[in-house]
């Protein structure tokens, strides 16, 4: 708890040592893994974790209890390292929550999805429209939105920009298609899948205006704080967190805000900064408590655990 509030971090990527192995063998001229690993973690002054998921979930729980954060939301950030996350889960229980990434084109996509969701208890997955290069209203993600409907799994759709810094590093380009990316896609989706809860990070990295179009639309669409949201330097009104969030609060109200820190990389750790600077922006703002409580907090607690 950091003063009045409790907070859960939505928004928090496990990058285990999985993680960094799938992503480098998806270079084209790679050198061994070894050399790989050991130039990306130089690259970007990382620390690649050990090999097992348990002892790096530690260290988050570690971290945690440090800054007095409650619980977190981890995501598997590559298709391929759902057991991580699930070790990870399974591991500390009533701290941590995991979601997975979605290959909306891999041929095991459903097999995949419905052992994570039903058997593993993963709690949502996480879709990149724009670098899958599929539109969130493809009929072929039908399948995948039903299942989700049905255990209740939460919808994370990545809109706007997308910057993946371990990528960067590995020199893998991220090849998006722009065209997937507009959150306003959403809105046929959302209103066909009423009972999915959706959550659109960032407030949509760039594409503020339609965010806010697709909240107004849609009841069952979040929004995520995530991050230092840097997109804010780019977009042409050149907004400040106090007037994106002011906007938002109008639109979607305190009850879809959720707090995110967007934390992963070791040794940088939890991005303690975000939440201090957004808690005491809430502060500022004179965000009512029980709002501000919801939007560190409680949202985020009865997406996953039910209403309270
Ligand atoms: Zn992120």
Not at 24 to 30: C, P
Not at 101 to 107: C, L, R
Request: net charge neutral; glycine share 6%; with cysteine.
């Amino acid at each position: 708890m950091i003063g009045l509030f409790k907070i859960f971090d939505s928004h928090v990527h496990f990058y285990s040592n999985a993680y960094f192995r799938f992503l480098v063998k998806q270079k084209t001229n790679r050198l061994d893994i070894n050399t790989e690993l050991k130039n990306l973690a130089a690259k970007g002054h990382l620390e690649i974790p050990g090999e097992d998921p348990i002892a790096l979930a530690k260290k988050w729980i570690e971290v945690i209890d440090k800054w007095k954060i409650e619980r977190m939301m981890l995501f598997g950030s590559i298709p391929g390292d759902e057991d991580s996350v699930v070790k990870a889960v399974q591991a500390f229980p009533t701290r941590l929550t995991g979601m997975f990434t979605v290959d909306p084109n891999s041929n095991v996509l459903m097999e995949n999805a419905e052992k994570r969701l039903k058997q593993d208890k993963l709690r949502g997955i996480l879709l990149y429209p724009s670098m899958y290069q599929i539109s969130v209203q493809d009929s072929w993600l039908d399948p995948l939105f039903q299942l989700c409907e049905e255990v209740r799994a939460i919808v994370f759709t990545q809109f706007g920009k997308l910057t993946i810094k371990s990528r960067d590093y590995a020199g893998i380009p991220v090849v998006v298609n722009e065209e997937f990316s507009n959150p306003k896609d959403l809105i046929p989706v959302a209103k066909k899948y009423s009972r999915i809860r959706f959550v659109v990070p960032h407030f949509g990295a760039g594409r503020f205006e339609e965010t806010l179009e697709l909240g107004k639309e849609c009841s069952n669409v979040y929004v995520d704080t995530a991050g230092s949201n840097s997109w804010m330097t780019d977009h042409p009104s050149k907004p400040d967190l106090r007037q994106v969030l002011q906007k938002t609060l109008q639109v979607f109200g305190a009850g879809r805000i959720i707090f995110g820190s967007d934390s992963g990389m070791f040794p940088r750790g939890y991005r303690y900064d975000i939440v201090d600077n957004q808690t005491k922006l809430a502060q500022e703002m004179r965000i009512p408590l029980p709002d501000a409580k919801k939007i560190f907090y409680e949202n985020m607690a009865s997406l996953i655990d039910g209403p309270q």
